[in-house]
């Protein structure tokens, strides 16, 4: 089957760093995307990662590596706009977007 | 700037009844995908489109839900009889193509079936 983990909850201080992890396993595999939605939104695109290594932008990176089937998001210099779910998604074969659960970032003041 | 347009924004219906949802995607976008997202969980691809053909529908349940995209434009998305485990927020995306690694989202349909 094709899955994607990553944790459900993280909780950070508003300024800190923190990290969310997403492993897969999926047939095929064209990159990994990070999502952000707000509750009550939609998901916005982030970042994607078709080769290793890491891709910056702005407060916001985030790393692949294929080898190990994994990739984080990192998010420096917490804002309290940035609580929301964040989510990891795989583009596989047939081109679809395969999904995680997400996890919900808590940041506190 | 340009954005997907989904409608209504909230649908209340009783179970049984048929209930149908519009997604207009950004101009130029050929592919368009229906998710449904429980609250909590990742969304789920129902069926992805590319222009007026459907890529994968393997999630969609096809017993009660139908999906259309006639002129490669819009797209509807019809439950046909709504049962309660239907209740979720159904978003509709764009990407320019299959291959585009980004996709935009609509607002979403909040559907609650009592």
């Known amino acids: 089957g094709q899955s994607l983990e990553q944790p459900s909850e993280v909780t950070a201080v508003e300024g800190a760093i923190v990290q969310i992890n997403c492993t897969y396993q999926?047939?095929?595999?064209?990159?990994l995307s990070w999502y952000q939605q707000h509750d009550g939104g939609a998901p916005t695109f982030l970042s994607y990662n078709a080769l290793d290594g890491l891709e910056e932008t702005g407060r916001f990176s985030s790393f692949l590596s294929r080898s190990d089937s994994y990739g984080y998001l990192l998010l420096q210099e917490l804002q309290m706009k940035d609580s929301a779910s964040y989510f990891c998604a795989v583009r596989g074969s047939n081109y679809q977007l395969i999904w995680g659960a997400g996890t919900k970032l808590i940041i506190k003041p | 700037e340009a954005e997907v347009a989904q409608s209504p924004r909230y649908k209340i219906t009783e179970k049984s009844q048929a209930v149908a949802f519009w997604c207009d995607p950004i101009s130029g976008h050929a592919t368009l995908y229906w998710y449904r997202q429980i609250l909590g969980q990742g969304p789920e691809l129902l069926v992805q489109?590319?222009?007026?053909?459907?890529?994968?529908d393997s999630q969609l349940p096809k017993d009660r839900f139908s999906a259309e995209r006639l002129k490669g434009v819009d797209s509807t998305l019809k439950i046909q009889p709504a049962e309660l485990g239907d209740s979720a927020m159904y978003l509709c995306?764009?990407?320019?193509?299959?291959?585009?690694?980004?996709?935009?989202f609509g607002q979403g349909t909040r559907l609650t079936v009592v």
């Open positions: 489109f590319q222009d007026e053909s459907v890529v994968d």
């Open positions: 995306a764009s990407s320019l193509g299959q291959g585009n690694t980004e996709a935009f």
């Open positions: 999926t047939s095929g595999f064209y990159g």
